[in-house]
């Protein structure tokens, strides 16, 4: 593991995706997405080891394939877009293959591990240093006071409280 100088990296948002998916009625899979994030890095190790991460996702930038779920998800039921516009997530420790650190969704902020997959570097046609990123992970969306809950006449759940998080994520070096 060699060190260098300290780098720094923003989210390459034109080529990012931040996703979730989550269980609807049991039996299928509602995939969302965020349109609008950010993020900053910073690393001194080549393989990204020491990086400290803060990422940030426009509540307001939701999209489920359907207007009238996503003014559902931006309501007090769920996100309250209003009152909390931004989920946060500020890393704590990162190795070869987790990424550990603090999620706030609301007002609830809890510690969250997730896969992390480094794609290594690479210089894009402009002559910027490119970096690249599959994170992936679960959590309860109870946890973080998203707790609409519904149940059919059969006594089924509507919606899941474990939700997948799926981002692919390509860094450009700004430093």
Not at 60 to 79: A, Y
Not at 119 to 138: I, L, Q, R
Not at 152 to 169: L, P, W
Request: overall charge negative.
């Amino acid at each position: 593991m060699s060190t260098h100088s300290l780098s720094k990296w923003s989210i390459d948002a034109m080529h990012s995706e931040v996703e979730f998916k989550v269980k609807h009625l049991m039996i299928s899979t509602v995939t969302g997405k965020f349109s609008i994030f950010n993020a900053d890095i910073e690393a001194s190790n080549e393989d990204f080891t020491d990086a400290k991460i803060t990422f940030t996702a426009d509540v307001k930038s939701i999209s489920t394939g359907n207007e009238q779920r996503d003014g559902h998800l931006q309501s007090d039921d769920f996100f309250n877009s209003e009152s909390f516009p931004q989920i946060k997530f500020v890393s704590t420790g990162m190795s070869k293959n987790k990424l550990v650190g603090n999620l706030t969704i609301r007002s609830e902020t809890k510690s969250v591990e997730l896969d992390v997959e480094y794609n290594g570097k690479m210089n894009d046609p402009y002559g910027n240093t490119k970096a690249g990123f599959e994170v992936s992970g679960k959590i309860n969306r109870s946890d973080f006071d998203l707790k609409w809950s519904a149940t059919t006449e059969a006594g089924g759940i509507v919606v899941s409280d474990e939700v997948k998080i799926i981002c692919n994520i390509q860094l450009i070096k700004v430093a």
